[in-house]
Every structure is written in C-alpha cells, then in structure tokens.
C-alpha cells in the first residue's frame, strides 16, 4: 500500500513537500515515480527515483522538484519549490514490480497511491 500525503494549496512560487509511504513492500531496490493528473489531461510523469538511487525528472518541473528516497522509513518525497499554476493536479505516487527500462511510462508502474492534491494560485 502506497499513501500519499503532503498537498494543499499554495501561492505561485511557493514549495510543498510530498511524501509517500510504503507499507508491506520496501522501496528500497525498486524504481518509484510520482506522477500527475491535471483535470481533463492524461497522467504524466514528474519524477522517478530507479533501484540505485538515480533520478530522472520531467523537463517541465527540472531545477524546481526533487525526488528523495529513505530506505529506512520506507518512503520517497518530492520537495517541489517554485511552484506554479501548471504544476495543479493530483499527485500520484507509485512502484513498479521490475526494473523499469525508463521510469517515464505511467501504465508500467503496477502499484499506485491514491493520490494527494496540490493547488496551485496565480
């Protein structure tokens, strides 16, 4: 089980700190990502941390989110500072059973959070 928490509203400029946590299945060794859902747009990827520990974010959020992971309190964050109104959406949270060959792809993850909201004001 996956669980989101972190989201709320915010001013433009302004930073939210998403977490995750994982319960019954570690994330250590496992390719995580956070990805999103603006209203009436498909979900999109925002970030991913792989079974080592590299990152990969989207063009749209590079230089503004980070994605995190602890191994020993079984969580991934994503620190997101500079926010703007584009950044809007439902914020996922989710794993994949393998090794991803690019953590871009949301159908290849298998497990997913149900998501925590962020609004961002202009």
């Known amino acids: 089980q996956l669980v989101e928490s972190g989201g709320g509203l915010v001013q433009a400029g302004g930073s939210l700190r998403l977490s995750c946590v994982a319960s019954g299945r570690p994330l250590s060794g496992r390719d995580t990502g956070w990805l999103r859902q603006a209203p009436g747009k498909a979900r999109e990827f925002v970030a991913g941390i792989n079974w080592g520990g590299s990152t990969h974010s989207a063009d749209s959020v590079q230089g503004r989110f980070i994605i995190s992971r602890n191994d020993t309190t079984n969580t991934v964050a994503l620190q997101m500072n500079s926010l703007k109104p584009e950044d809007t959406g439902v914020y996922y949270c989710?794993?994949?059973?393998?090794?991803?060959?690019?953590?871009?792809?949301?159908?290849?993850?298998?497990?997913w959070g149900l998501g925590t909201q962020v609004t961002v004001s202009s």
């Open positions: 989710a794993l994949s059973r393998r090794r991803l060959k690019v953590l871009t792809v949301p159908p290849e993850y298998d497990y």
